[in-house]
Nanobody
Framework: QVQLVESGGGLVQAGGSLRLSCAAS????????VGWFRQAPGNQRELVAY???????NYADSVKGRFTISRDNAKNTLYLQMNNLKPEDTAVYSC?????????WGQGTQVTVSS
């Protein structure tokens, strides 16, 4: 099993920045599929970004150029740097890991961007 704990959410004005962290209870070294999802009220959960074990990244079109995903295998931690935030980025952000055929999710952290 893998426990995931997110932190770093909060309230920020449009144009501001936040850095989300996701601490894993076990080593994420070699785990290929790690990423961030978000869900706004009334919307389906959507993929924000993911990063592979060989540090290939992919982003939703809506966040390209503004968000950066990274991983620190030594600290078992996944990050999401979010810059130039927009009100439409408001959502609960959750980290995700797929390990041994199972999907693991954190409890989520709220990000609210005011206009």
């Amino acid at each position: 099993q893998v426990q995931l704990v997110e932190s770093g959410g909060g309230l920020v004005q449009a144009g501001g920045s936040l850095r989300l962290s996701c601490a894993a209870s076990r080593s994420i070294f070699g785990i290929d599929a790690v990423g961030w999802f978000r869900q706004a009220p009334g919307n389906q959960r959507e993929l924000v970004a993911y990063i592979t074990s060989d540090i290939h990244t992919n982003y939703a079109d809506s966040v390209k150029g503004r968000f950066t995903i990274s991983r620190d295998n030594a600290k078992n931690t996944l990050y999401l740097q979010m810059n130039n935030l927009k009100p439409e980025d408001t959502a609960v952000y959750s980290c995700h890991v797929r390990f041994s055929g199972y999907d693991y999710w954190g409890q989520g952290t709220q990000v609210t961007v005011s206009s």
